[in-house]
């Protein structure tokens, strides 16, 4: 179970540092609107990845059950979080070397944040596959009604909401730094470890129907 709790933390970290609109749309919102309007944008984040998880996993559960399913659908799993590294490292930034983040200036409700940062995160389509591909693997790995499977999930999202948390903290320091060359790194960076995760998880499903 600690194993499952680690590996969901570090994947929970290492999705929260992938470039892209939610991360861009988080730094944004924390450096003009504050920190409580960065943790509500945080707070819909984290409920998007929840619902997928959620949506994805009752879906697949019944297939998954079948134990002549399992390897397969682990490998698929894993070749699908192996591409979407790949895709991740030759992604380059949106933003040019000379643009800076600007938001116009409206009246914060309590909640707008939250469904911004929930519709912003799910309607990414890139992230449905990747949390298809997690699903089936992690399914496969640890058994698709484990108690492991809840466990590393748990730590996944637990890894994404706090690591958004720090960014909150430090988005006006990131402010200076955030620009064209930074996030190109980070998204190489974002995608080797997703490319060596999945490599690490498809090796220990193949080795658990040997």
Known sequence: MIRALIEGVILGITLAFLVGPAFISLIQTSIYRGFASGIQ???????????????????????LSQFEHQLPVGI?????????????????????????????????SFYRYVFKGFFINIFNPFLLIFWLGVVSLVSA?????????VIFFSGTLGGVFLTDLVKCLVANRIRGFLNFKVL?????????????????????VVLLFV
């Open 41 to 63: 944008f945080a707070i819909g984040i984290i409920l998007s990845d929840f619902v997928l998880i959620a949506l994805i996993y009752l879906g697949a559960i019944r297939f």
């Open 76 to 108: 698929i799993g894993g070749i699908i979080l192996i591409v979407y590294g790949i895709y991740t490292y030759n992604r380059k930034a949106k933003l040019s070397e000379n643009t800076k983040i600007k938001v116009p200036f409206r009246p914060v």
């Open 141 to 149: 790995k640890y058994g698709v009604e484990s108690r492991e499977v």
């Open 184 to 204: 190109v790194w980070m998204n190489r960076i974002v995608g080797l470890m997703l490319i060596i995760f999945g490599l690490v998880l498809i090796v220990r």
